[in-house]
């Protein structure tokens, strides 16, 4: 028998996949959550039927939101990724032989426990040595933390239900606090296309906190339409400014030092949103 699952990305919008195995299901306190496996893009973790991560093109995401960020610092030492439980995030950070410490915030630990199990490819770094990995609320995590992290990474959920407090101002005030004073966030902010007033809103909140305020692109697959942006606020270090050329090679798929600086330049659609 044939079992096509769909995510509903809006009203009157879907991606649907064929499917060849239901590896799990279950009501969390949080959320529903499962793991399903598809004919085209393999192994999904889906929340609330939302595709969270796929093993085809998780890569994007994860180096995208990671290796920005961690490059544009000169020397990154401690990260915090809130959210992200799955661990992709994680993975790509402690690539960087900088870093000394990785916080995950991650309020559902049934998330971390189900990727564990059906995702290892994602969730591999979990058990180094150089992560903590905390079940907890992550605005309540970042307020009780000050002048702590040089890169925190804001790997949410869409900006409904749990994840919408992630995408305020206040929590953006805390995420500033919890910074060093040369620190950088970055957040995952969704589809220019479709979440055009969301990433206004955003980026005028950042660019009213931090000095520097930038937002980039890359393309994802699986997430609605396929064109994806991430905002970054940052203390002292530009993006832009980069030294490209003293990049040392890692393990990547997608981030290269070209594209360090060119998933900044923006189609003017885009950048009109700013
Ligand atoms: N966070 C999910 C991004 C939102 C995807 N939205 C959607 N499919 N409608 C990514 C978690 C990966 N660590």
Redesign the pocket.
Known sequence: MELWFT?Y?TSSLGITCKTKKTYHTEKTEYQNLAVIDTEQFGRM?LLDG????TIED?FV??EMISHIPLFTHKNPKKALVI????G??IREIIKHPSIEKAVLCEIDGRVIEVSKQYLPE?SCALENEKVEVVVGDGIKYVKEHKNEFDVIMI????PIGPAEGLFAIDFYKSVYEALKEDGIFVA?T?SPFFNKDLISRVFKDVKSLFPIARLYTCAIP???TGYWCFTMGSKKYDPLETDIDSIPDIDTKYYCPKIHKAAFMLPKFVKNLL
């Not at 939302?50 to 991560?53: P, V």
């Not at 790997?155 to 869409?158: E, F, L, R, V």
């Open positions: 995510e990305q973790l939302i595709i969270q991560t998780e995401y994860h959210g992200g439980g799955d992709g995030s994602i790997d949410s959920t869409d995952q969704e699986t997430y609605p």
